[in-house]
């Protein structure tokens, strides 16, 4: 762990004496990450962003205080601080260890929690989400993000790389399905957002995309982080613990293609 004084702890500074951060480097937010850690003090995470039309840290915490009084366990917002180029956001840390990394867990046990999770999300009332993240908003988010020079080339799936942003969103408006399955989604359903302790899971994080959508948008993305995770041969438990047993390849792909401008 490295001194809080070499840290960005910002408009929080005085909060957070007596604690230790440290970089967290999993996942891709764009957002910088630390979890803070203090003798006889709980774990905190900071998150850092800059301030700007395509920040996603006052999203995150706005969907954090609705899931939580949705009575679904994720952190809690403790602060939100904006000092005119950075955006700052405080939030408790779960007991637990993500998905991703929780090797005292079987692969199978942690696909099965996935799938257990996103059930949960799902059957909450669409009418009680005020999140809109249905394909009319989301694809102009993503031409905005294209024409902003923000999507990353560097980071697509591997069958994608190679191609441009352009040609991909040709692709995105061409095949674009006529109907959607509208549930509440977390937006970002890879194994590292889930969190799992003494075998249980234990909450949703990074929920900044979290709002109503196609089930696809989690199911496509959960499966692709499964594949990179731990192999193929997991999806197919997954989706049946899921109750999806034969999924549409297409809107696997097409949400896959949407994830690329995110």
């Known amino acids: 762990m490295t001194s809080s004084k070499t840290l960005p702890a910002g408009p929080f500074g005085a909060r957070l004496s007596g604690y230790r951060m440290e970089r967290d480097a999993l996942g891709r937010s764009a957002a910088s990450v630390f979890r803070l850690e203090g003798e006889g003090l709980p774990a905190l995470y900071l998150k ?7 920040g996603e840290l006052a999203d995150e915490a706005a969907r954090l205080s609705w899931l939580k009084a949705s009575g679904l366990p994720c ?4 602060g939100r ?6 955006n700052w956001l405080l939030i408790s840390a779960l007991p637990g260890t993500d998905l991703a990394s929780a090797s005292v867990l079987t692969p199978l ?3 099965e929690l996935l799938a257990e999770a996103l059930l949960a999300l799902h059957r909450l009332p669409i009418t009680s989400c005020p999140f809109d993240h249905r394909l009319a908003g989301r694809v102009p988010l993503a031409r905005a993000r294209m024409q ?3 999507v990353d080339e560097t980071d697509f799936d591997e069958t994608r790389l190679g191609k441009s942003p352009e040609a991909l969103f040709a692709e995105l408006e061409n095949r674009r399905p006529g109907s959607e399955d509208i549930v509440v989604t977390h937006g970002d359903a890879c194994l590292p957002n889930f969190v799992a302790s003494d075998g ?3 909450g949703y994080i990074d929920c900044s995309r979290l709002g109503v959508a196609d089930r696809y948008q989690d199911i496509a993305l959960a499966c692709r982080s499964i594949t990179y995770n731990f ?9 049946d613990r899921y109750g999806l047993p034969a ?3 297409a809107r696997l792909d097409y949400y896959q293609l949407l994830d690329e401008f995110f």
Do not use: H, K, T, Y
């Open 81 to 86: 601080e904006n000092d005119g180029e950075r």
């Open 48 to 54: 850092v962003e800059a301030a700007g039309p395509f």
């Open 148 to 150: 902003a020079g923000i």
């Open 75 to 78: 952190p809690e917002v403790i």
């Open 200 to 202: 249980q899971f234990s």
């Open 231 to 239: 192999g193929e041969a997991l999806v197919q438990p997954f989706l």
């Open 247 to 249: 999924p549409d390849p």
């Open 109 to 111: 046990a942690r696909v």
